[in-house]
């Protein structure tokens, strides 16, 4: 048993040291797209969370390779399945129609898809319902109404009537205004109960229609405040419909707003997304939640929130050439960094507390 596990481990030695000789002698080509914090360069150096990985796995392999580095996420693909590159690194999510044209490795991240807002765009909906052009004038009218209710029983009861409206029109304006107003917020004001026939029937059409006049008004600004929350809130994927939606061009994020028939906006990289966001070209981003997350963390701070949970769960890996001779080495030293902390160490360098998604 010894002797045969002794020889495995010697032929898969061997296969190594086929291909680190073969990597040498053609330079192993990785291409890669920048989507920070998988793939940036930073202070000169090509560096990122896959980058970083699949440095660690090159070190095992005894591999020599290059980098280059495409605009577009597009461009990158396109590089391995025309043999251009030997090898994709960033945050490739594994689908069942890039399998048709490429491999992938065993999957080096599990992710998502996620929604991001506005950092305001959720506060309560309650000042701008109040603050706006109807309910300004519902207002206004509200008002004058009562003011002119209230002169017309001064009118009513000024001779002969209730003492608290004798006297002239400048001198008792507002206590007229005040006693309308509170007969209909409080329903009377018993203490000042008109004398007059006149003013008694004004009073009591006042008294009851006021029931009606308050509850419409209570319910408009019940009805504004919920249409306005639904307008402006955006909670979740559903909430998008009507939305100025952003995402990538050829990304996860845009086949998944294609097949629900949401509209967006597509960016060709992820720094013109965020730009857009930011100057409020859109009012919500769909992209990766580990990206997004990244970005509300570090230059994103206080601009944008996350909402919702993720959906549309996905692994990233690294895309090889169709039949690439790689694959079966990437993964047995995968499986290996995992279990030496490698892979942990990475995760806890590029995401901290929010590595695990």
Not at 59 to 80: K, N, P
Not at 107 to 136: K, Y
Request: glycine share 8%.
């Amino acid at each position: 048993m010894r002797i045969r596990l002794i020889l495995q481990r010697w032929v898969f030695g061997l296969v190594l040291c086929c291909l680190a000789g073969t990597a040498v002698a053609q330079d192993l080509r990785l291409v890669t797209v920048t989507r920070t914090p998988f793939s940036l360069v930073q202070g000169g150096v090509e560096t990122g969370f896959s980058l970083d990985l699949w440095a660690a796995i090159a070190a095992e392999l005894d591999l020599e390779y290059s980098v280059a580095r495409v605009d577009s996420f597009r461009d990158m693909l396109e590089a391995v399945e025309t043999g251009e590159a030997d090898i994709a690194a960033a945050n490739i999510s594994v689908t069942a129609d890039r399998e048709l044209t490429m491999d992938f490795s065993q999957p080096i991240f599990a992710a998502g898809l996620r929604v991001m807002v506005p950092f305001e765009q959720n506060r309560s909906s309650f000042w701008s319902a109040i603050w706006n052009r109807d309910f300004f004038l519902a207002a206004v009218l509200a008002f004058g109404l009562l003011f002119g209710g209230g002169l017309l029983m001064w009118w009513l009861e000024r001779d002969g009537g209730q003492e608290y409206f004798h006297g002239d029109m400048r001198e008792k304006a507002f206590p007229s205004f005040w006693w309308a107003l509170n007969l209909v917020v409080n329903g009377g004001f018993e203490e000042r109960v008109p004398r007059s026939v006149l003013g008694r029937i004004f009073a009591t059409l006042l008294v009851v229609s006021s029931l009606f006049v308050v509850s419409i008004f209570v319910a408009n600004i019940t009805a504004a405040m919920t249409v306005n929350a639904i307008q402006s809130s955006v909670q979740s994927v559903n909430d998008l419909y009507g939305k100025r939606v952003g995402t990538t061009g050829g990304s996860t994020a845009a086949s998944f707003l294609d097949g629900r028939g949401l509209g967006y906006r597509a960016f060709d990289n992820v720094d013109t997304l965020l730009a857009a966001f930011e100057d409020g070209e859109i009012e919500a981003v769909v992209f990766d939640a580990p990206i997004l997350s990244y970005y509300l963390t570090t230059n994103g701070a206080g601009k944008g929130q996350l909402v919702g949970s993720v959906f549309l769960s996905e692994n990233y890996g690294f895309a090889l050439q169709s039949e690439s001779p790689l694959r079966e080495a990437i993964n047995r030293v995968l499986l290996r960094l995992r279990e030496d902390g490698t892979y942990d160490q990475l995760l806890e360098k590029w995401f901290g507390s929010n590595a695990r998604l």
